[in-house]
């Protein structure tokens, strides 16, 4: 599921905060289970986080890594909004329970062409 961002104005104009988290499982099922698993924080609380944007969850082609595209209007409000709620254990022991390794985050910007 795609959210729409909030505030798109502001949002284009710093960047924001952009992340591809990978997920890594053992199979097909364990990689459909896991972003259902995942998808259902983010029904739930993840969206309504103060400074949330979006969130886009890719299943990859090898049947066993889960994609994560995450944005944030700033790297503040992931920290304290997100990474700091006391549900990210709940949603960690989601991970755990279908990957094989702990998430690999990886912080990007998003390039523009000027």
Partial sequence: MDHTPRD?????????HV???????????????LAAAVQEHIDTWVRHCPGYVSTRLHLAA????????????DEDHYQRNFLQDPRKRELDASIAR?????????????????
């Fill in 8 to 16: 798109q104005a502001s949002y284009d104009s710093d960047g924001g």
């Fill in 19 to 33: 992340l591809f988290i990978l997920l890594d499982t053992p199979g097909p099922k364990e990689q459909r289970d």
């Fill in 62 to 73: 090898d049947g066993r890594t889960v994609v994560n595209h995450a944005e944030w209007t």
């Fill in 98 to 114: 279908h990957a094989t390794s702990a998430p690999r985050p990886i912080p990007c910007q998003v390039f523009r062409h000027d």
